[in-house]
């Protein structure tokens, strides 16, 4: 997993929308959903978990896309359409990041795997733990301080 210390900065496709993070992950995923699977034309998408106070925008407006409430707010760039990041209602103190947008692709393997009951077949990640859906919440405690002894 990454050395990498933050801060951090990644940006859109195009670059015209650009994001800073001042704090390390708090959890990596992967989710397979259907949704997901069709937002990212590929068989799951990538997240990093960061404290919303750690994330910032640093150029561009972004736009919401996907899903836009009541639970989550897809951002996306509005020039490029990349999506960028989201924002769930239950977890207003974390912001979900697609780690791949990092200048180095830092924070991408996941830790936690999502959404495995519409997982394609032959996609495999090497993730520790795995759930048809989401984690209950009460395992949510415990999987960040698992994820934080790790790294």
């Given at each position: 997993?990454?050395?990498?210390?933050p801060p951090?900065?990644?940006?859109?496709?195009?670059?015209n929308?650009t994001?800073?993070?001042s704090?390390?992950?708090v959890m990596t995923?992967a989710c397979?959903?259907?949704?997901c699977?069709?937002m990212?034309a590929?068989?799951?998408?990538l997240?990093?978990?960061?404290p919303?106070a750690a994330?910032?925008?640093t150029?561009?407006t972004p736009?919401?896309?996907?899903i836009q409430?009541p639970?989550?707010d897809h951002?996306?760039?509005?020039?490029c359409?990349?999506?960028m990041f989201?924002?769930?209602?239950?977890?207003p103190?974390?912001?979900?990041v697609?780690?791949t947008?990092?200048?180095?692709?830092?924070?991408?393997e996941?830790?936690?795997?999502?959404?495995?009951?519409e997982k394609?077949?032959?996609a495999?990640?090497?993730?520790r733990?795995?759930y048809?859906g989401?984690?209950?919440?009460e395992?949510?405690?415990h999987?960040?301080?698992?994820?934080a002894?790790?790294?």
């Amino acid at each position: 997993m990454p050395e990498d210390q933050p801060p951090l900065s990644g940006a859109c496709r195009c670059g015209n929308t650009t994001f800073n993070v001042s704090a390390p992950a708090v959890m990596t995923s992967a989710c397979h959903c259907r949704g997901c699977q069709r937002m990212s034309a590929s068989a799951y998408s990538l997240s990093a978990l960061f404290p919303a106070a750690a994330f910032q925008v640093t150029e561009g407006t972004p736009v919401k896309g996907g899903i836009q409430g009541p639970d989550l707010d897809h951002y996306f760039c509005p020039d490029c359409k990349t999506w960028m990041f989201t924002r769930i209602t239950a977890l207003p103190e974390l912001v979900n990041v697609r780690p791949t947008l990092f200048q180095d692709p830092v924070w991408t393997e996941p830790f936690i795997e999502t959404m495995t009951a519409e997982k394609l077949p032959w996609a495999d990640t090497p993730a520790r733990h795995r759930y048809a859906g989401y984690p209950p919440p009460e395992e949510f405690a415990h999987l960040l301080a698992d994820f934080a002894a790790a790294h």
